[in-house]
């Protein structure tokens, strides 16, 4: 069967429909096309819009657990429905077929987090300074939310906001990567019969929005839009950021990450080698959580990179929907072109560059490559959405860490360490600057049930788990005076 086939018989599981129109649809399994989809005229934009704001009034009057029984149904189609929409995320965006099925799991085990939410939107009572009287907080439903999704995570990050921010009462607009359009129509689909077995649900509650970048910055403009979760690159983070607070809409901004793990002369290292291959090599090295800088105590450097280019250069690469390959494609042809003008960098910088070859067959596939720098500096200070590590010695852990957070990015990093002086310092307020911080594991592969994301020109977001919900909602406090007195705060006095 091609793969185009594939595709259309996974669609007809999965009860999507879609109707070609401008925008081609291509696999990077072998470059080829696959479909096409419809992009949204700025009227079909502005009609979506209107209908997001009408059902965002409707939903926010229904009790949080009963929104909590949608995202529970909405979870059981994703279970019902789990291989081919697994299938589907591998052949749109190339990740291995077990990393589908992960990103799959991903989605149902938000749902089932958000399900609980929903009996949980917990606020505050507070002690109120003057007698008879009680303080006390609210959280309540923000408004119509726009979700900007990314090639890589095509359906697990709109999971991750769309299971919180139906429980916590708003409508959803999804803008999913053009790069990834079919999976979002087909979770919109999978969506779209829950809820039309759901009495309450009201139209358009949930919708997708296929198209370009102005299209996402058209949405981002929009008044009507209360909230904007953005996923990708620092330079979309940065624009959709400033359009944003220009209007004061609220933003989630999950941007680029420059991920570091530090491999102490007291680490298990068969275990740090298993780690930091995966967070390196692991979705090709296009995760946003991907290990990109790898700092090596010097006592253990030589023999560390020796098994890790070793091991690097035996990850069986090849087609993705084959179980017996680790890494599959890069997304297309630019992403190569990034890749390999990063190892020319480097290269000139007098680096040492092993693999990084492009093998010989349709789609890009490409080696990772690991390489050794000279200094810490060039390419290795930004995120190159590709399979790269760069490997650095160090003597003193201080040294490394400084190093480590001197990059503009703060997603996520780790130590890989048996020495509890070292992974407590590493934790502690003067160790690790970023968001997720981990210890004999690697930066990638995080579970939903943490608050997900980073700071610095990651954006500061954070989304999926802990109290995340709290970005989706807004707080009322309130004071509420039982008595028939009315004592000011402070003890001011206005008598009259
Ligand atoms: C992303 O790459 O945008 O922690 C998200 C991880 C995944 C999510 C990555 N659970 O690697």
């Not at 979700?147 to 409508?171: E, K, Q, R, T, Y």
């Amino acid at each position: 069967m091609s793969i185009r086939m594939d595709v259309d018989f996974v669609l007809g599981q999965l009860g999507c429909t879609v109707s070609s129109g401008d925008l081609p649809v291509h696999t990077p399994i072998d470059g080829s096309q696959i479909g096409s989809v419809k992009t949204a005229s700025p009227a079909e934009i502005d009609a979506a819009l209107n209908r997001a704001l009408n059902a965002f009034l409707a939903w926010r009057t229904l009790p949080a657990p009963r929104r909590g029984e949608l995202v529970r149904r909405f979870g059981n189609a994703l279970r019902d429905h789990k291989a081919d929409l697994a299938r589907l995320v591998t052949i749109e965006c190339g990740k291995p077929i077990s990393e589908g099925e992960g990103e799959v799991q991903e989605m149902i085990d938000i749902c089932d987090f958000a399900v609980g939410l929903s009996r949980q939107l917990h606020g505050l009572t507070i002690a109120s300074e003057r007698p008879g009287h009680r303080m006390m907080e609210q959280w309540h439903s923000l408004g119509p939310t726009l979700i900007i999704s990314a090639f890589n995570f095509p359906v697990a990050v709109w999971a991750w906001n769309a299971a919180l921010a139906l429980v916590c009462g708003n409508s959803i607009v999804w803008k999913p990567s053009e790069k990834t359009p079919l999976t979002a129509l087909a979770v919109q689909a999978l969506l779209d019969k829950v809820l039309a077995d759901f009495e309450d649900a009201p139209d358009g509650l949930s919708q997708v929005i296929i198209g370009a970048r102005d299209t996402g910055a058209a949405l981002v403009a929009d008044s009507r839009i209360k909230l904007i979760s953005a996923t990708g690159s620092t330079e979309m983070g940065r624009a959709a950021g400033q359009a944003a607070a220009a209007r004061f809409a609220r933003t989630i901004l999950e941007l680029g990450g420059n991920n570091a793990a530090i491999v102490s002369n007291k680490a298990d290292l068969d275990l740090a080698l298993r780690g930091v291959l995966f967070s390196a090599v692991g979705t090709s090295g296009q995760r946003c959580t991907s290990l990109r800088r790898l700092f090596v105590h010097d006592a253990v450097y030589d023999d560390f990179a020796a098994k890790l280019k070793a091991a690097a250069a035996s990850i069986p690469v090849g087609d993705p929907l084959d179980t017996a390959h680790l890494a599959g494609p890069l997304i297309d042809e630019n992403a190569f072109e990034r890749m390999q003008s990063a190892l020319a960098e480097a290269n000139e910088m007098g680096a040492r560059i092993y693999g990084g070859e492009r093998l010989d067959r349709p789609g890009v596939y490409a080696r990772p490559a690991i390489v050794e720098m000279e200094s810490h500096a060039g390419p290795a200070l930004r995120e190159t959405f590709a399979p790269i590590l760069y490997l650095f010695r160090y003597s003193e852990l201080n040294d490394a860490i400084a190093l480590q957070n001197s990059v503009g990015a703060g997603l996520s990093s780790s130590i890989f360490s048996l020495d509890m002086r070292e992974c407590e310092m590493f934790l502690s307020a003067s160790g690790s600057d970023c968001g997720i911080a981990n210890v004999n594991i690697g930066t990638s592969g995080a579970e939903i049930g943490g608050a997900f994301g980073g700071e610095k020109e990651t954006g500061g977001g954070r989304e999926s788990g802990s109290d995340a919900w709290k970005g989706y909602m807004r707080r009322a406090t309130n004071t509420i005076n039982y008595s028939n007195a009315l004592p000011l705060a402070q003890g001011v006095r206005f008598d009259v």
